[in-house]
């Protein structure tokens, strides 16, 4: 059975009194104990979807819409703000990308590991920085008890990773939601991370959204994948199922992006193109105009379809 249950989740921006649809009803399950890669590149809306279930939107003129958003039975969609903040932090965890901008810098770190703990569980002052440093020690940061009164800037960029994951586990929330956790960490730390997070999911049962636009990072840690495309899912399927077969010409355009599919010294290949603004979006699929498999119906009618959204999807390439 589904953790999560997402139907048709849309967020909606205004402009100037115009509305643009930036997420366009994305719709997946998640279950306990998964984790579903949600790739795409640049501006596809995959860091908005997430925080349009979170009802988490960086600016007042955007909104959210969806037939659902159910985790453990309860639609999300239909709380007022009271009931969403106390989902937020406990039931649903958020690790930022870019944690130095996420990071409170004229707080300690256990202050704002803690400050969610005595939120969201009633713990005391006290009881609060315990568990503030027992969460420190899971996730690896050295000596748990001395870096705890350290502000951000004491710590390396993969150990204030690691204080992020840390702020958002305090809880113990059944979801992560986790946004690039990777970027702009070397490789070594890189690993580390991922390492972390599959060791945290097997630990605490925990389910996992990762975002990321790296299929490396994807082939290591995730289950399933959902790939979007301009505000819209374009394939959804399991890991092993989609990276060997992709359907939709833009995952298999993604695919054979990667180094590894490139020979030599031959340049790397690349999607002809550019994604289309959301606000002048191409008639019919909004990859056709990159797509060499594009056909006369796919100028005139967006494809649907719950696994793949394309009028000619692909065969079996193995």
């Known amino acids: 059975m589904s953790l999560l249950q997402v139907r048709d989740l849309s967020v909606i921006a205004n402009n100037a009194g115009r509305d643009v649809t930036l997420v366009d009803r994305v719709s997946f399950d998640l279950a306990e104990g998964e984790i579903l890669g949600l790739v795409g590149e640049s501006g596809s809306g995959k860091t908005l979807a997430c925080r349009g279930l979170m009802r988490l939107l960086p600016s007042p003129n955007l909104r959210v819409q969806g037939a659902a958003v159910r985790l453990a039975g309860q639609d999300l969609l239909t709380l007022d703000e009271a009931g969403m903040r106390a989902v937020r932090g406990g039931q649903l965890g958020m690790i930022f990308q870019n944690p130095s901008s996420h990071l409170d810098p004229l707080m300690r770190i256990g202050e704002q590991i803690a400050e969610g703990i005595r ?104 289950d399933s994948i959902a790939v979007m495309y301009a505000g819209r899912l374009c394939e959804h399927g399991s890991k092993y199922e989609l990276l060997a077969n992709p359907q939709h010409p833009y995952t298999a355009g993604l695919i054979d992006c990667q180094p590894a599919h490139s020979s030599g010294h031959a340049l790397l290949r690349t999607i002809p193109g550019q994604p289309p603004l959301l606000d002048a979006l191409p008639q019919g699929c909004r990859f056709n105009p990159r797509c060499a498999q594009a056909g006369a119906l796919c100028t005139q009618l967006l494809p649907q379809g719950a696994r793949v959204a394309c009028h000619y999807p692909l065969g079996d390439r193995s």
């Open 119 to 222: 939120l969201h569980q009633g713990a005391s002052k006290k009881d609060a920085r315990l568990q503030a440093i027992d969460v420190l020690r899971q996730v690896g940061i050295p000596d748990p008890k001395a870096r705890v009164d350290n502000y951000p800037h004491e710590f390396s960029g993969g150990m204030r990773q690691r204080a992020m994951i840390a702020v958002a586990l305090g809880c113990n929330p059944e979801v992560l939601i986790a946004d690039e956790p990777t970027t702009a960490l070397d490789v070594t730390v890189q690993a580390q991370i991922l390492r972390l997070l599959l060791e945290l999911r097997d630990q605490r049962g925990l389910s996992i959204i990762m975002i990321t636009h790296d299929l490396g990072v994807v082939a290591q840690t995730c």
